[in-house]
């Protein structure tokens, strides 16, 4: 099981920068569950008897992206 997320459709993987030490951006992320795409796709390949499954858990409001604030709870 390996969790993706819609955000890998805006992805672009750089097979010059797989570490992204050249380039960092918020992009990295949707590489990085691209990556968890295609990784699931190919451990699936040479055994179809077996499952592997790639999922989306869906919209979590976390507040992940909203900036720090000083005196703010949570």
Known sequence: ???ASGVH????LSLDDLQS???YSARVYGT????NI???RELA???PELTAN???PGVVRTGFRVPFR???DG
């Open 1 to 3: 099981m390996t969790i």
């Open 9 to 12: 459709q805006s992805a672009r």
């Open 21 to 23: 030490e050249r380039s």
């Open 32 to 35: 990085s569950k691209l990556c």
């Open 38 to 40: 295609l990784f699931t």
């Open 45 to 47: 390949r040479p055994a």
């Open 54 to 56: 790639c999922f989306h």
């Open 70 to 72: 000083a005196g703010r």
